[in-house]
């Protein structure tokens, strides 16, 4: 038995923490952004097929991805109509296959263990999906729950500029490239607030984990 989890928030929310703590309490995090840096890797076919559709300038000197020219050529002020989709069309497929291989060899792996036929335990497999609102009509995944960590958009701006090094042009300007708190949730019938402190935070998440594997704290 596994519960899926889609997990998601906005940046500098706590998000990253909460996904840690529950990888510490034994869910398989699948983490999109680290996804989506591994389909684009140097001799893949997602890098070739960005090539392909954006020209030789999207590649760097070493033939990697130029993620500033990418940034800049997507997101920019001056990009043209359309690009995101484009870059989107080629990367999303490649990240959900990605995905559904992680959740395939976690199945596997628990077989006969807690989340197989002889287990107790479900398995818990967390999706820690950023920009979760923008793609839930179209992800290949059905979510046994959706959480959502958040924070006020000053805590999270002042977050960027000490922890980041952003200033905060350029913290807003990410903030702006985000679905707002109220579409996230929409989309959630979990909202974890990370302006409480940590241990408080924390004891929220053990308690969704403990609710999630039907494990009774002692």
Known sequence: MMIRIGLTGG??????????????????VIDYDLLARRVVAPGSIGLSRIADEFGPDALDGDGGLDRGWMAEHVFGPGAPAGARERLDEIE?????????RMEDETIDSDGNGRGGAGGTTPSVVVHDVPLL???????????????????????????????RGMSREQAEGRIRHQSDEATRRRIADIVIDSTQSVEQMFDDVDRLYADWTCRKEQ
């Open 92 to 100: 999303h497929p490649l990240i959900y296959a990605e995905a559904r």
């Open 11 to 28: 940046i500098a929310a706590g998000k990253s923490t909460v996904s840690r703590r529950l990888a510490e309490l034994g869910a398989t």
């Open 133 to 163: 609102a923008e793609v839930i009509g179209t992800i290949p995944f059905r979510f046994d729950h959706v959480v959502t960590v958040e924070a006020p958009v000053d805590v999270r701006i002042a977050r960027m500029i000490e922890t």
